[in-house]
């Protein structure tokens, strides 16, 4: 579930009163807006902390990575700096950290093979140019359009690759051009092993995995250093004391340093080099600029106002970081995962602490060159080959396992480790799309006889290239039999709903009965009424479970027929409720509990530990669990007429909403509160037709505490809500949306609620779904000031559920 959570404190929403600039004449002639103050460059602590643990990192990994590529070393140092400096100031996701990412080693490392090290770099710049372009284009979201076991097929071939080859400098030799020679040659490097070497890569390796797990409150101080930098610095330390002899780090004068050159070779091999540059450092940063939002939105207490990422402008920075890296002479730039994790983790709070690592960068880049030429080579091989290992998810193979792309995956490796990059992600891409094409094409169709009953199992896609199987085995069925037919797939196209429906009326007919089952059971029976004769089938199985997130899609489907909707009566004029009930919970028991069973057992024996209170509206068109995306034991919800919360002291005896306040933040724990309106509500239209009546029925009673709602509405001194840049369509929209607003200052009054603002671990929220649209909108500080107090209610767009990357 999307927690993308907007503080609502008064001052982030612009709750200020409109007043008339006083005048120094005495007259209501306004007076000419004064200069403002200049802005003063300030930086955050969080920024400054999170800087330098992110260039502690960054710092030996740059060196390892220009090594394993072949490059400069100073290479490295370059790319790190212009991706803290410009893509930190410029791209669209704030706390992505880029640099000289190992993703992008094999492909430099062939690059320099064959065109040189001052080729690659003009190689890197147009590169540049092509990311500039396709951001220009808008095309970012498009170009996340790969299998996701594609790219973990890809990250995986990468990490392979270089893990064999920094094996061989680990082990004190020299790696060779390609996987293969790499293979054969070990051998005979383990029978020429350099001590010094294997000694400094052990010790290495050791402190790398040891360090974030030493034991105890001691260790707890010490595991906020990077392990990466105790790795490194331990083994350089350890050579200096002991005088060993090895290769170490050396830095030649930044006054020799070699820029940028033309490409020069074969058209379409600079065409093919520049591509895969460009597919591969695009790649990993939106990915990464993905992964970066999901940490950030999972990150407890205040998000300081961080939005989603925008990735067509993130695509712009990272050409502009690549443009200029290769012009100075250094590796490509692409976000980096590692160090972004470790700014997201670290508290950073904007792009200040990416540009901040990128200062530190050039400082270290100028300033301790001698302490930088004591780095063994061995031991920044042996990091390099951790990073490359560690690309190798486990976590990504069982993921690609459990949803049967494991073909996908081998091939893409595969072609990665044999072939090359680009040749391997567009292998990759072909059997991703033939299993695509096969899984939508193959339908199993099965029948069976139990007890007198015809079963008939359907599984896979129901098109029209199983139209002739599927009648068939529908003729299997003798006439007069009651017959079963179980439905599992997600697409039903018109020949099929046809050829499905036609069978049901004549068996129907003849005297037989037909049950259909399934997701996509929507094929009306004689006795339901037509089926729509317009030519058009309907849209079968193609809503998602109401109400469930990831793995409760098969939950419940909406289609024709016996699925219901938000605000269906229970039960049809024909049929009494306490049928259709029994329907709905038979139904519930053989489609649904199978899917969910497992997790509920897990929440039953572990406890609620929902995220949010999610406060709604009683009304039965607003399904909560399906406008959030959320499944069991993600909300905990109270819902009542108008969506209200009485102020403390005035419950009138009705203590419920305090008590589920009081439960959800002292007891469970939540961290964020959201009061959710909607549109045409009943509640907020009484309240406007006659008040409260007189308060002579409960329901009276319940809604004078929506009175200062109707107060707030009524001030004229408050310029009022806007939904989406626009002003409410009536007035009953705009109660609606102002009630969201009350409501929120009165969960501030609670003590409970109160004490959680003021220690950081809570976060109040405002949402307003509009039933007709079908559009959720979530109370924004972007242009509080232009709305008064009212604040502003922005639109969530639909957003693609991406991988991260290794």
Request: proline share 6%; charged share 15%; with cysteine.
């Amino acid at each position: 579930m999307s927690s993308a959570c907007v503080p609502t404190h008064p001052e982030n929403l612009g709750l200020a009163r409109a007043t008339t600039p006083k005048t120094d004449t005495g007259t209501d002639r306004p007076q000419p807006p004064s200069t403002p103050p200049r802005r003063r460059f300030s930086v955050a602590g969080a920024d400054l902390s999170a800087s330098v643990a992110v260039f502690l990192i960054a710092l030996p990994l740059s060196l390892g990575i220009a090594l394993a590529t072949g490059a400069p070393l100073q290479a490295g140092l370059v790319a790190a700096a212009v991706g803290g400096l410009v893509a930190g100031r410029l791209g669209g996701c704030p706390l992505q950290v880029s640099g000289p990412a190992a993703g992008l080693t094999v492909v430099t490392a062939d690059l320099i093979h064959r065109y040189g090290w001052r080729a690659t770099c003009g190689i890197t710049v147009l590169a540049g140019l092509a990311q500039l372009g396709l951001g220009c284009l808008r095309v970012a979201r498009t170009a996340l359009a790969v299998s996701p076991a594609v790219v973990h097929g890809m990250l995986a071939g990468i990490g392979l690759t270089i893990a064999v080859a920094q094996l061989h400098i680990v082990l004190g030799g020299n790696p060779q051009s390609s996987v293969l020679a790499n293979v054969r040659a070990l051998p005979a490097q383990l029978a020429d092993l350099h001590p010094a070497a294997v000694t400094m890569s052990a010790l290495t390796l050791a402190l790398l995995f040891g360090w974030p797990r030493i034991p105890g409150r001691a260790g707890r101080p010490l595991r906020t250093v990077p392990a990466a930098l105790v790795a490194v610095a331990g083994a350089t330390a350890t050579a200096a004391l002991t005088g060993l002899t090895l290769p170490r780090v050396d830095l030649p004068s930044w006054s020799s340093h070699a820029l940028a050159g033309l490409p020069e070779g074969p058209v379409l091999g600079i065409v093919a080099a520049v591509l895969t540059t460009t597919l591969v450092c695009s790649v990993q940063s939106l990915l990464g600029a993905v992964a970066v939002d999901k940490l950030v939105a999972g990150r407890t207490g205040p998000q300081s106002g961080l939005g989603r990422s925008d990735l067509n402008r993130e695509l712009l920075g990272q050409g502009a970081a690549n443009i200029v890296s290769g012009a100075l002479g250094g590796l490509p730039v692409a976000g980096v995962a590692v160090r972004s994790s470790a700014n997201v983790r670290s508290g950073a709070v904007s792009r200040n602490s990416t540009m901040l690592h990128g200062v530190f960068v050039v400082a270290a880049a100028l300033l301790m060159v001698p302490v930088l030429d004591l780095i063994p080579l061995a031991s920044l091989a042996a990091l390099v080959m951790a990073v490359g290992i560690q690309m190798v998810s486990l976590h990504h193979i069982r993921t690609v396992t459990r949803h049967r792309e494991v073909l996908v995956y081998v091939v893409t490796t595969l072609g990665v480790v044999l072939l090359g990059v680009l040749e391997g992600v567009v292998l990759g891409v072909a059997v991703a799309v033939a299993v695509a094409l096969h899984r939508l094409a193959r339908t199993r169709i099965t029948h069976e006889e139990k007890g007198g009953v015809h079963h008939v199992h359907v599984r896979g896609q129901l098109t029209f290239l199983a139209v002739p199987r599927l009648s068939r085995v529908l003729h299997l069925v003798p006439q007069g039999a009651h017959a079963v037919v179980e439905l599992d797939g997600s697409f039903m196209d018109h020949a099929a709903y046809e050829s499905l429906r036609d069978w049901r009326r004549a068996h129907s007919a003849q005297g037989g009965s037909a049950e259909l089952t399934g997701c996509r059971a929507g094929v009306r029976s004689p006795e339901d009424g037509q089926a729509p004769e317009d030519g058009h089938a309907p849209e079968y199985g193609q809503g998602s479970g109401y109400g469930q997130g990831p793995g409760y899609g098969h939950a419940r489907r909406h289609g024709r027929g016996p699925a219901r909707g938000p605000g269906d009566r229970f039960g049809r004029p024909d049929r009494a409720a306490g049928h259709e009930l029994a329907r709905g919970i038979s139904a519930f028991q053989r489609d649904t509990a199978p899917l969910v069973r497992e997790e509920l057992a897990r929440l039953a024996r572990e406890g609620q530990r929902p995220s949010q209170l999610f406060l709604t509206c009683a009304d039965s068109r607003l399904v909560t669990s399906m406008i959030t995306s959320s499944g069991p034991g993600d909300l905990f919800v109270v819902r009542n007429v108008g969506n209200l919360v009485p102020l403390p002291g005035e419950e009138n005896g009705d203590d419920s909403v305090a008590a589920a306040i009081e439960y959800a933040v002292d007891v469970l724990k939540v961290r964020s509160i959201t009061v959710c309106g909607h549109s045409g509500c009943g509640a907020m239209q009484a309240l406007l037709g006659s008040g409260t009546g007189g308060a002579a029925t409960p329901l009276g009673r319940w809604l004078r505490h929506g009175l200062p709602s109707l107060a707030r509405l009524a001030d004229e001194g408050r310029t009022g809500v806007r939904l989406a840049g626009r002003a409410p369509a009536d007035t009953v929209e705009r109660l609606c949306l102002t009630n969201v607003v009350q409501q929120l200052e009165h969960l501030r009054a609670h003590d409970s609620v109160a004490r959680a603002l003021t220690a950081g671990e809570l976060e109040l929220q405002g949402m307003y779904f509009h039933v007709g649209e079908a559009q959720a909108y979530l109370l924004s500080r972007d242009g509080a000031d232009a709305a008064g107090e009212g604040g502003v209610f922005q639109g969530v767009p639909g957003a693609e559920e991406l991988p991260s990357p290794a």
